[in-house]
C-alpha cells in the first residue's frame, strides 16, 4: 500500500484543471455509492478529489436505488462494467446477502459497505468501516495502543459491531459495551462471541467508563439534529482518548468536554476518509492518501450542507 502511494507525485494545479476538462473515455473506470437516498452522501465528492489528485481515468458517481430493485442493480454491476460500488444505508445488511463471496472482516460485521467486481464478473463484498476505525484512532490518537486498558463502546448498531470488531483485532482485552436498547447490546456481544465484551447497563454509563483508556460513542447521539449524548467524562484518568464516530458537527459536545478536560479527542470525519481508501485501492489500483487537503475539501462540504 505505501509503496504505491509513495510512487505517485502529487499533480499541478495546471494538470488538475486539464483533468477535470477532459470527459469520461472508453477506458473509464467507473465506480459509484448506491444508497437509498444518496444525494446527501460525501463519498462523490470524496473519490473525486483522489481521481483527480492521482490522474486517474475514472469516475464515482451516486446511485439511488430503490429497496426494493436493491437485487436487479447487483446483477447489472458487471454486466455495465462498473468496477465496483460502495453500499450505503439502507444496503448494507442486504448486500451482504447479494454477493458471490464475502471477506472474513464482512462476515463478522455481518454488512457490506463495498463490493468489488471481480476479473471474472463476480461481486465480492467487503467491509471497509473496521479499518477506517482503526485508523482513524491511530491518526488522531497516536498514543493510544491497546494495551493501554479498557475501551467503552456506546452503541450497538452497525457501526458499533464494526468498532468491535476493529478494537478486537487491535487486541483491546476489555470492551465495555452499552446501549440504550439492553437487547440489542445483548445480541451485539452473542454474535461477536466473544469473552473480551462485557455488556453494562447504560444507564450506568458514567461510571462505566471509570478506569477506560478509550470511550468510543458508536451511537448517533450527538448528530446534527438528535440529542446530545448525556455522559460525564470526570471519571476518565486524564491519559484517555475520547472518540466520536459521528461527523456532523466536526466537534460534538462529546468531544468540546473531552478537549476542556485535556482528553484526547479524535472526530470521526477521519473513519469516513480512511474507510474509503481500501476501496479507492482495490477498484483504482493506488492507495490515496489522507491528508488535510482532502480533509478540508470534505469539510467543506459538510458545512455549506
Ligand atoms: P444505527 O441506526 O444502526 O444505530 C444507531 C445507534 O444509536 C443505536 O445504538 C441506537 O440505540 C443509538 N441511538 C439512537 N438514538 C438514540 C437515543 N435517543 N438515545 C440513545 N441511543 C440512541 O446507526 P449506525 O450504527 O449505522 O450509525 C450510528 C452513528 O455513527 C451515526 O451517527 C452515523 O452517522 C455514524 N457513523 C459514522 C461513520 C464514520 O465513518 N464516521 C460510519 C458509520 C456510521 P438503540 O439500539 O437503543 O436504538
Not at 142 to 163: D, F, H, M, Q
Not at 174 to 192: F, G, P, S
Not at 258 to 273: D, E, F, Y
Request: with cysteine; net charge neutral; glycine share 8%.
Amino acid at each position: 500500500m505505501e509503496t504505491d502511494r509513495r510512487s505517485l507525485k502529487k499533480p499541478s494545479a495546471s494538470d488538475q484543471a486539464d483533468a477535470a476538462l477532459n470527459g469520461p473515455t472508453g477506458r473509464t473506470r467507473v465506480a459509484g455509492i448506491i444508497g437509498w437516498p444518496v444525494s446527501h452522501s460525501l463519498s462523490p465528492r470524496l473519490h473525486s478529489f483522489w481521481l483527480r489528485r492521482y490522474r486517474i481515468d475514472g469516475t464515482y458517481v451516486p446511485l439511488p436505488v430503490d429497496p426494493e430493485r436493491l437485487e436487479e442493480a447487483f446483477a447489472g454491476l458487471a454486466a455495465l462494467g462498473l468496477v465496483g460500488a460502495n453500499i450505503t444505508i439502507p444496503h448494507k445488511e442486504q448486500a451482504f446477502t447479494l454477493v458471490d463471496s464475502r471477506s472474513e472482516v464482512a462476515a463478522r460485521i455481518g454488512a457490506v459497505n463495498t463490493v468489488i467486481v471481480t476479473q471474472s464478473g463476480g461481486l465480492h463484498g467487503t467491509n471497509t468501516d473496521a479499518f477506517g476505525f482503526i485508523e482513524n484512532l491511530r491518526a488522531g490518537a497516536p498514543t493510544w495502543r491497546s494495551e493501554n486498558g479498557p475501551a467503552v463502546i456506546l452503541g450497538a448498531g452497525g457501526a458499533a459491531r464494526a468498532v468491535a470488531v476493529a478494537l478486537l483485532d487491535a487486541g483491546v482485552s476489555v470492551i465495555r459495551l452499552m446501549n440504550r436498547d439492553h437487547r440489542r447490546a445483548e445480541a451485539l456481544a452473542t454474535a461477536l462471541a466473544r469473552d473480551e465484551i462485557e455488556v453494562r447497563p447504560w444507564a450506568e454509563r458514567d461510571s462505566a467508563i471509570a478506569g477506560a483508556a478509550l470511550v468510543v460513542n458508536a451511537t448517533s447521539l450527538g448528530m446534527h439534529g438528535c440529542p446530545e449524548l448525556a455522559l460525564d467524562l470526570r471519571r476518565l484518568p486524564g491519559n484517555a482518548v475520547v472518540n466520536d464516530i459521528v461527523y456532523v458537527p466536526a466537534l460534538t459536545a462529546l468531544l468540546a468536554q473531552a478537549k476542556a478536560r485535556g482528553l484526547v479527542a479524535v472526530p470521526g470525519l477521519g473513519m469516513l476518509l480512511h474507510q474509503a481508501r481500501s476501496a479507492f485501492q482495490a477498484w483504482f489500483d493506488v492507495d490515496p492518501e489522507v491528508d488535510e487537503d482532502l480533509r478540508r475539501y470534505v469539510a467543506r462540504a459538510l458545512a455549506d450542507s
